[in-house]
């Protein structure tokens, strides 16, 4: 796995992975177990603008009181 976070605040959970596959990466976000994303890509450049997404949203959530896990 090359980038993984996950939040909860009280039942709700929001997590985020981007790991290594065949020829790629692929990208997953949660949200309280449902996909939000779910994709494959080739391109670093792209994983790079999506792993800079999901920090941003992990500093939002532990700005609005949520707990990294």
């Known amino acids: ?3 993984t976070k996950r939040f909860t605040k009280s039942e709700h959970v ?3 992975s981007i790991r ?3 020829g ?3 990208v997953r ?3 309280d177990g449902l996909p939000v994303t ?3 890509s080739r391109n670093w450049s792209r994983v790079e603008m999506r792993m ?3 920090t941003l949203k992990a500093t939002s959530l532990q700005d609005n009181g ?3 896990s």
């Open 1 to 3: 796995m090359i980038f």
């Open 14 to 16: 929001w997590q985020c």
């Open 20 to 22: 290594e596959e065949a």
């Open 24 to 26: 790629g990466w692929s």
């Open 29 to 31: 976000e949660e949200s």
């Open 38 to 40: 779910v994709a494959s």
């Open 52 to 54: 800079a997404l999901f």
């Open 66 to 68: 949520w707990s990294e």
